[in-house]
């Protein structure tokens, strides 16, 4: 068990760059999941893979962001034409099943000047 | 809508003394609940959750946890806390419907005094 990798661990962007960060899950779950954390605020829901399904997305992910899992394995989340409320720490975590824990990466945090 | 209200945003306690974090939560049905430990640079790590069955439930760490349906409360609870510690801690309320997503309160930052 290597846990949930994500990259790079720091972003900075100019507003209206396009950002894309990737994700790594543990190797043997099927469950992949992307959360958003503002500072001093809990993690919100973005979106949730089931394999390569995107399964479901929050209100909260605009048509600027967009989430793949090609194969099933990592994931990656783009975010075109960044703006400055897009600045955050964006969370991937991953389960084997729903009810199993979920193992959290230690996040990308995004600026956004 | 599920909301997850954690009361106070920072606690001090001196090590060795008893914490007691709170936590309560809205959900229409039987909930999901968790708690989740941040400490800087690390991961979200899970603490205990709670599904059903006894409502005193016990995690990693030597940490615990009561549900009480009557109050809406889910509090987290040490007997005697450890310099280390000192982190970021999260309620969370969940759905798990096929997926496990998770409603997280704005959490609690706990310093321990030495």
């Known amino acids: 068990d290597t846990g949930v990798s994500q990259d790079p661990r720091h972003k900075i962007t100019k507003r209206g760059q396009n950002v894309t960060f990737r994700c790594d899950p543990i190797?043997?779950?099927?469950?992949l999941y992307w959360y958003r954390q503002t500072l001093g605020q809990g993690p919100e829901f973005l979106t949730y893979?089931?394999?390569?399904?995107?399964?479901?997305k929050s209100r909260l992910l605009s048509d600027r962001f967009s989430a793949e899992r090609p194969k099933g394995s990592f994931s990656t989340l783009e975010i075109q034409r960044t703006e400055q409320g897009d600045s955050a720490m964006y969370l991937c975590?991953?389960?084997?099943?729903?009810?199993?824990?979920?193992?959290f990466g230690s996040g990308t945090q995004l600026s956004v000047l | 809508a599920q909301s997850v209200t954690q009361p106070d945003i920072h606690i001090t306690v001196s090590e060795g003394a008893s914490l007691e974090l709170r936590c309560n939560y809205s959900?229409?049905?039987?909930?999901?609940l968790f708690w989740y430990v941040q400490s800087p640079g690390q991961g979200l790590q899970l603490l205990l959750k709670?599904?059903?069955?006894?409502?005193l439930v016990q995690g990693i760490k030597g940490f615990e946890a009561e549900f009480k349906r009557s109050q809406s409360s889910f509090n987290l609870r040490k007997p005697s806390v450890h310099w280390s510690d000192a982190a970021e801690y999260f309620c969370?309320?969940?759905?798990?419907?096929?997926?496990?997503?998770?409603?997280f309160g704005q959490g609690t930052r706990l310093t321990i005094n030495p």
């Open positions: 975590a991953s389960s084997s099943a729903p009810n199993e824990k979920l193992f």
């Open positions: 190797s043997e779950h099927n469950r």
């Open positions: 893979f089931q394999n390569e399904a995107q399964l479901e």
């Open positions: 959900y229409g049905a039987t909930p999901y």
């Open positions: 709670y599904f059903s069955g006894d409502t």
């Open positions: 969370a309320v969940g759905v798990i419907q096929g997926a496990q997503k998770l409603v």
